[in-house]
């Protein structure tokens, strides 16, 4: 028997109660508005269930005590918004560095600075990929509804421990409190991925060969030893160029070369054989621009939705050719044009136009279109 | 190529990785009678039954006195500079079995992390927390930390330390830790006896060692050689089992008091808090 439950949920609490489907162990938070009511939810459920949930002096211990948590073998993760995000972006680094599983769910208000702490925007897209010193890809998620934030989080979760690698799972003010149907799985009902478990060496053995290697658990009479600095295969710290290159490019590589598993590309085509027009969006800003590819549609246009679930890391063949027939591509977000700059440098044979609409609230669909008309 | 291997052992080579020997310290430096020392109570605990070497985690940040956790043959963890107490933290909540140990200097933990130390206190979390205070960052060259005394030279404080330091001792105090001491390395069999103590606490467990940079504190402020620095060092220590809380503040012309400060069993603590709650 599928024992299927439907909540209706928000989409904060859908991430927590994804976070607890996967078996997450331990959260350790600061509060911040928008993203205060999962650290509640969770401080509520997961006790229940084992877990801790413990509020820190800052999002800087916040991360390292997640990164400390994960080290046990335990699922952890932290959500904060921009300001905590850009405390926490040190201790990202270090999770990059020592290939430590963990989720953070990054949920965007108004910025800069203190903006509109209550209200929403995505300014924040390129600082969840790029926020964090060493210029190394890690996935982001973006999820545009309730049931998307429940399954991009079990996702997030399951590339984070295929990959050892730090997972940001972005959102906004506007979803997060945003209620919709949420159909939710029993935890035997889904595909939950584990960390490979290092279990006989003294050290951390890997070949170069191996993109992912396994990884050792505190308190298991291992001796694992996690480095900081530049580290060879046996994980002592070597400062030539040569290590360098090869820890590098094999922590470049494991993500680059399994995007694969990491890309969510929906493409919706409102009953069209071809799209003329394509309109590119994600988060919240993927609900208005659906309402306006509908609208444009029945005005003629034959308008298509490309929404992007999966931000980093950019899989460029896929966005070529799903959008090899369209004559315009409009980039839809609320912010400057931030994402735009990403497309258009992947897409540069294609005509991409810029739909920057700055609004506290989730854009309005009626705004786009005008902007899609006046750039026919 | 020829790989070099080591006929020579010390007793208490099974604790160290030996591998990653010889350490980046200078000749002098005063990390080398800390860990010896740490080890020495470890290594007694261990052939006592007390404790179980597989029990044991270091957590280190950045600086010279942090890599004591990465030379410490248990496991070991580095993080960034003074975030090694938050890490350690939630290692203890989730493996409650293991004896958390934290190394860092003065910088790291009292400085860029002391914040992390102060809530840490609070909770009264169940780590060992060694200081090793050397007055300095020693790693970056000299510069002023928040534990230098007033008036001392250092290479960003160039007329004097103007500032006051921070007395670790009064702000466990006030915050009401199970155990605090002050050791020195000039002093290293009341340091012993010091970690011993400090290995069987329960709650927060701190120790600031004394101990010296001949490099950038000792050169610095007119003592050309190792040895110099330890007999000018030694000659201001006042060893008292146990001072009291007022006698903690430290001056470098007037000198410091080295006691157990701090020590008991009264407190409820962090794993004690976690356990009842769920």
Redesign the interface.
């Known amino acids: 028997m599928i024992s299927t439950k439907i909540d209706y949920l928000s989409g904060n609490i859908a991430i927590a109660e994804a976070a607890l489907t996967v078996g997450l162990r331990f959260f350790a938070g600061y509060p911040i508005t928008p993203s205060s009511d999962i650290f509640e939810y969770l401080a509520e459920k997961l006790p229940e269930r084992g877990g801790y949930v413990i509020q820190f002096e800052d999002e800087i211990a916040s991360i390292a005590a997640v990164i400390g948590a994960s080290w046990t073998c335990n699922k952890a993760m932290t959500a904060t918004s921009g300001p905590g995000f850009s405390l926490m972006v040190e201790g990202i680094s270090i999770a990059v560095m020592t290939e430590t599983p963990l989720v953070i769910g990054y949920i965007m208000r108004t910025g800069p600075a203190t903006g509109v702490p209550t209200k929403t925007g995505q300014y924040d897209v390129l600082q969840a990929e790029y926020g964090f010193h060493g210029g190394l890809p890690i996935p982001v998620f973006s999820p545009s509804s309730p049931q998307e934030a429940y399954d991009l989080t079990i996702k997030a979760f399951n590339i984070s421990e295929a990959l050892r690698t730090p997972v940001v799972l972005l959102s906004d003010a506007t979803l997060a409190g945003t209620y919709g149907k949420v159909v939710m799985r029993e935890s035997t009902e889904i595909e939950i991925l584990e960390r490979r478990k290092l279990s006989r060496d003294n050290h951390y053995m890997y070949s170069s060969k191996d993109l992912v290697p396994p990884m050792p658990c505190i308190g298991e009479g291992l001796k694992l030893y996690v480095e900081t600095l530049t580290h060879d295969e046996r994980n002592i710290y070597v400062p030539t160029t040569e290590v360098q290159r090869r820890l590098v490019s094999r922590l470049y590589r494991k993500i680059i070369d399994n995007i694969g598993m990491i890309t969510e590309y929906s493409l919706y085509k409102y009953g069209n054989n071809r799209c003329d027009l394509i309109l590119i969006s994600y988060g919240s800003s993927a609900l208005s621009a659906s309402v306006a590819s509908k609208l444009l549609n029945e005005r003629g246009y034959r308008t298509c939705l490309l929404k992007i679930k999966s931000l980093y890391p950019i899989n460029e063949i896929l966005l070529k050719n799903l959008t090899e027939e369209a004559s315009k591509i409009f980039v839809v977000e609320n912010n400057v044009g931030l994402y735009y700059r990403e497309i258009r440098g992947v897409l540069k044979d294609k005509d991409v136009r810029n739909i920057s609409i700055i609004d506290l609230h989730i854009i309005d669909p009626y705004e786009i279109i005008e902007e899609v008309l006046r750039n026919l | 190529m020829s790989i070099e291997t080591y006929e020579e052992t010390h007793p208490i080579d099974r604790y160290v990785?030996v591998?990653?020997l010889p350490t980046l310290w200078c000749p002098g430096c005063g990390n080398g009678i800390v860990m010896h020392s740490l080890l020495r109570a470890i290594d007694k605990k261990i052939s006592l039954g007390k404790l179980h070497e597989?029990?044991l985690?270091f957590?280190g940040g950045i600086g010279c006195a942090s890599r004591i956790a990465?030379y410490m043959?248990?496991?070991?963890?580095?993080?960034?500079h003074g975030?090694?107490?938050?890490?350690?933290?939630?290692?203890k909540?989730?493996?409650p079995?293991?004896k958390v140990i934290v190394v860092g200097g003065d910088g790291d933990l009292a400085g860029i992390g002391g914040?992390?130390l102060?809530?840490a206190m609070r909770r009264n979390t169940d780590l060992l927390v060694v200081l090793v205070n050397n007055f300095i960052y020693g790693m970056t060259g000299g510069q002023q930390s928040p534990m230098t005394p007033q008036g001392i030279y250092t290479t960003t404080t160039p007329r004097g330390n103007p500032e006051k330091p921070l007395n670790i001792m009064k702000l466990a105090y006030a915050l009401g830790v199970s155990f605090a001491a002050r050791g020195s390395v000039t002093h290293p069999y009341f340091l012993d006896e010091i970690f011993s103590r400090a290995l069987d606490k329960r709650g927060f467990s701190l120790v600031e060692v004394l101990s010296i940079c001949p490099e950038v504190f000792g050169r610095h402020i007119g003592f050309r050689r190792a040895t110099e620095l330890f007999i000018e060092f030694k000659k201001r220590i006042i060893l008292k089992r146990k001072p009291s809380i007022e006698e903690s503040d430290y001056d470098w012309d007037r000198g410091f008091v080295i006691g157990i400060y701090i020590d008991r069993e009264d407190k409820e603590s962090l794993s004690d808090t976690?356990k009842n709650?769920?």
């Open positions: 990785r591998d990653k597989d029990q985690v957590v990465m043959n248990f496991d070991s963890i580095r993080t960034a975030r090694a107490i938050p890490l350690a933290t939630a290692i909540i989730l493996r079995e293991m914040n992390h102060l809530h976690y709650s769920s």
